[in-house]
């Protein structure tokens, strides 16, 4: 009791002469900051607890005026007990005093927003480069046709629920430290509908949806990367009682290929020439998103070169041009030689010297600008 008690109206933040209206958003303000679902501050419940009561006293005319002339003490003297809250159902006393909209509370569920559908395609790394159309199918909650979603029998139509007098919500009555307020929540009942039906639908049973199949048209934009989701909004289930039907996400896995490696935008590969053909040059068919294209090697090609093709890579998603193709040059050195093979090397062995092999650049620097 000896510790000095913050002042009202310096917890809630308000001017001494604040009007009944500043208390309550200066309150309302503090609540949502000090809410247990939304704050992490330590000390959020006392501090809720030092709010409320500083609410509960300058809400009132009588306290008010009692605090305003003798502080803390004219309200002990007064008879005044701070209420005492049960802070294991804070939220629930949040919902009673602010409505239950406030922190975005199930209670509003009348019309529920349909439910989002997972899908999934597969596509070829060659397909994610020019971009495709892939149907998916998937089954939808969608309203009942039969009953166009009331949920009756044809011939029958629902009726007002009983319970709720066709509002969908009921009305109970609580006590709490602000006095006694009526609280609203969703008919169990009608589940929010305001109807109920004796004689259901026999096609959704009185559930107003029924699962449909539905085929989709999934356009596959070129240069999506694999694990990305592409969005149909509005195709998902439909919603309750009018509420918006959810979105399709179409989660896009582009297939490995062998013959290239996906480096962002870029795509790497790599070309094998036998010793002889880059030692002497050639030309080799190399594969790329575009169909073969056939390169030059000079003579004196090097295991780790690479060749950059400009703009032969993956376009870039929702942008402009292409990456690059990146080929990597490999040098394949002879196995299993017959003795007329090993008479020839041995006798170019004997043949070659130092200048054969004076590079510019190591095959590790090669290997490096590959990667970048
Ligand atoms: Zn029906
Ligand atoms: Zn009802």
Do not use: W
Not at 11 to 28: C, P, T
Not at 42 to 67: D, G, H, I, N
């Amino acid at each position: 009791m000896a510790t000095a008690k913050r002042d009202y109206y310096d917890v809630l933040g308000v001017e001494r002469g604040a009007s009944d209206r500043e208390i309550k958003s200066a309150f309302r303000r503090l609540a949502r900051e000090l809410h247990p679902d939304v704050s992490d501050h330590p000390e959020a419940q006392e501090r809720f607890r030092e709010a409320a009561e500083a609410y509960e006293v300058l809400s009132k005319t009588e306290t008010r005026e009692l605090y305003d002339r003798y502080g803390h003490e004219g309200l002990r003297t007064g008879g005044f007990r701070p209420s005492d809250f049960d802070f294991a159902n804070l939220a629930d006393l949040f919902s009673v005093f602010f409505g239950d909209d406030l922190f975005g509370g199930g209670l509003g569920a009348r019309r529920a927003r349909g439910a989002d559908v997972m899908a999934e395609v597969e596509v070829e790394l060659e397909e994610a480069a020019r971009g495709v159309k892939r149907e998916v199918r998937l089954p939808v909650a969608v309203p009942c046709p039969t009953c166009q979603a009331t949920g009756a029998a044809p011939g029958t139509s629902p009726e007002t629920c009983p319970a709720c007098g066709g509002s969908g919500r009921q009305q109970s009555v609580s006590s709490s430290v602000f006095g006694q307020f009526i609280r609203t929540s969703t008919c169990q009942e009608c589940r929010g509908a305001g109807e109920v039906v004796s004689t259901p639908c026999p096609d959704c049973k009185g559930a107003r949806r029924r699962i449909e199949d539905r085929a989709l048209d999934v356009d596959v934009p070129p240069g999506i990367h694999d694990g990305q989701r592409i969005r149909l909004s509005g195709e998902g289930h439909s919603g309750e009682l009018g509420g918006r039907a959810g979105d399709v996400y179409v989660l896009v896995h582009v297939l490995p290929d062998v013959r290239f490696v996906r480096d962002g935008n870029d795509i790497v590969s790599s070309v094998d020439l036998t010793m002889s053909e880059a030692s002497l040059g050639t030309h080799a068919s190399v594969p790329t998103l575009d169909g073969d294209v056939d390169l030059e090697f000079k003579p004196g090609t090097q295991p780790g070169e690479t060749r950059v093709l400009r703009g032969k890579g993956m376009p870039v998603l929702q942008g402009f041009g292409r990456g690059d193709h990146r080929l990597l040059v490999n040098v394949a050195v002879p196995r299993n030689l017959s003795d007329e093979q090993r008479r020839l090397l041995e006798e170019f062995a004997r043949a070659e010297h130092e200048a054969n092999y004076k590079a510019e650049e190591g095959f590790f620097e090669k290997l490096r600008a590959a990667f970048r």
